[in-house]
């Protein structure tokens, strides 16, 4: 059976996806279309995939069942340790699959595009552990502010390439990397969520549907059911919500909530909510919600965590948006500090500064005590220990 929640054969969630490519790339958009499915469905990709996935990255990552956090939000909240994972998030999930791809296609030189270096890192960490060549685009003002990022990168052996144009930051990483990947189309483009043209966005929510597949068994061993009543996760790009998803899509009882960041507040103009501020548009080759203004340039996106601060959201993610099967809600900056310091005091985990939106909105919902809560949490925060001992609270 087919869910309506996959993409159709030209990559379209109902009017979201697609590939809008300068035509030079057509071929290596094809060559990936025409074969990624077959490679990760076959046993030799599925054995080292998972192999790597225990050995290397550490999974399965625990299901926790929160006791302090439970009890203060009257509910029954389990957190998915993604936070847990080699590399500190769920996005070496994706970095080791797409290597094994490459791999398997021939691919020898991967580049890759990053805000904060966390994807960045997790590009440079696989392509290490295979031995390939990798070269890593960031914004001239992401480089100043991601020092350990990018000199944990060059350890690895990355070369990081600078982006001068435009804002500096994101979104001209990756137009710089479309460029390079335009006059070296031998090289394979590591996208870092469910992004960029098709088949990218369903090939990372494949490689991250673990999270979902292992929560499935977990919680079937912890309360005798698969299914949850709510999952929450963080969306930037959307990649570890779409794993969290992934599995319970077809399963309408389930409740999905993705929670943007909304900077300074959604209405601020420093704000990074995506689904409420933005409009039907291309970015990065794919059709998508995004924010724009009247002339359809992008608008640049605000947000404490540099991990949520992206102009657009997955074509998976508008589409869950659009037909409703996904509540969108939002965190502030500020309530997400505070979600940071609570679930640090309560539980004794550190989260990464884009995991504390998803734990920021507890507050804000109805809950009740018999219902099950999974909170995706989506990475670590010893990358955000700076801005947090910045606004430390006494
Ligand atoms: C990158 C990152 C995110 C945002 O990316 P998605 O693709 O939306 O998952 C969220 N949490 C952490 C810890 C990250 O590093």
Not at 256 to 270: C, K, M, Q, R
Not at 275 to 301: A, F, N, R
Not at 353 to 381: C, F
Request: charged share 20%; with cysteine; hydrophobic share 40%.
């Amino acid at each position: 059976m087919k869910s309506k929640f996959q993409p159709d054969k030209n990559g379209y969630y109902g009017q979201f996806g697609g590939a809008f490519i300068p035509e030079l790339l057509h071929p290596n958009v094809q060559e990936l279309a025409d074969n990624y499915i077959q490679i990760i469905e076959s046993e030799a990709f599925q054995t080292e995939y998972k192999s790597l996935l225990k050995d290397y990255v550490g999974r399965p990552t625990p299901l926790y069942f929160a006791k302090r956090l439970s009890e203060k939000y009257g509910a029954t909240i389990y957190l998915k340790r993604e936070d847990l994972n080699h590399t500190g998030a769920h996005k070496v999930n994706n970095t080791i699959g797409q290597i094994l791809i490459a791999q398997k296609l021939g691919k020898t030189k991967i580049i890759a595009e990053t805000g904060a270096g966390q994807h960045g890192v997790a590009t440079a960490t696989v392509c290490a552990l295979m031995g390939l060549d990798c070269t890593v685009f960031m914004g001239e003002k992401d480089i100043v502010r991601q020092a350990p990022n990018v000199a944990r990168m060059k350890m690895l052996g990355a070369k990081v390439v600078a982006a001068t144009s435009g804002s500096k930051t994101l979104k001209d990483a990756t137009n710089e990397a479309i460029r390079y990947w335009i006059q070296h189309p031998e090289t394979f483009y590591l996208i870092g969520s469910v992004v960029g043209p098709a088949p990218h966005p369903d090939m990372v929510a494949r490689l991250q549907a673990i999270i979902s597949e292992e929560m499935k068994w977990q919680l079937k061993e912890k309360t005798g059911k698969e299914n949850p009543d709510t999952i929450i996760a963080c969306v930037g790009g959307g990649s570890n919500a779409a794993g969290a998803f992934y599995n319970y899509l077809d399963d309408e009882d389930v409740e999905l909530i993705a929670v943007e960041a909304a900077g300074l507040g959604v209405n601020s103009g420093e704000s990074a909510a995506t689904s409420q501020l933005g409009e039907v548009g291309v970015i990065h080759g794919s059709k998508t919600i995004l924010m724009q203004d009247t002339y359809g340039q992008i608008v640049e996106p605000y947000s404490i965590s540099a991990g949520l601060d992206y102009p657009g959201v997955g074509p998976l993610h508008a589409f869950l948006y659009e037909t409703k099967r996904a509540k969108f809600m939002n965190a502030t900056d500020n309530e997400a500090l505070v979600a940071a310091y609570e679930l640090t005091k309560i539980e004794g985990i550190i989260p990464a500064l884009e995991t504390a939106h998803a734990l920021a909105v507890l507050p804000k919902m109805q809950l009740k005590k018999d219902q099950v809560v999974v909170i995706n949490l989506s990475g670590r925060g010893d990358k955000d220990l700076e801005t947090y001992i910045n606004h430390l609270e006494d």
